[in-house]
């Protein structure tokens, strides 16, 4: 059987990987045409709240996965923004 602690290690390591390549892409192409801007900010400020409970409870995994997940995804919500107001500005 799978212990708590490895299917949490586990869930954390795929949630974190899977902004991989969306973070890789977005930086290189600045192309972000395709990403919701209030998605990105939601999901970006839920980050922080999830490493906030991270540190109230104590619990590594929470806090590494999702400090590893916001600097994933901090990039992507800034650029997105930048993208935005260009766009506004046209």
């Known amino acids: ?6 299917i ?3 869930a954390a390591f795929l949630t ?3 902004f991989v ?9 600045r192309d972000t045409e395709g ?5 990105y900010l939601s999901f970006t400020t839920g980050i922080v ?3 906030a409970y991270g540190v109230v409870r104590e619990d590594p995994v929470i806090i590494i996965a999702n400090s590893l997940t916001f600097l994933l995804a901090l990039p ?4 997105a923004l930048n993208n935005a107001r260009k766009q506004k500005a046209l």
């Open 76 to 79: 992507i919500l800034l650029i």
């Open 35 to 39: 990403i919701s801007v209030l998605m």
């Open 8 to 10: 949490g290690y586990l």
């Open 1 to 6: 059987m799978l212990s708590g602690t490895f």
């Open 16 to 18: 974190t990987a899977a």
């Open 21 to 29: 390549p969306q973070a890789v892409k977005t930086i290189r192409t």
């Open 49 to 51: 709240f999830w490493i």
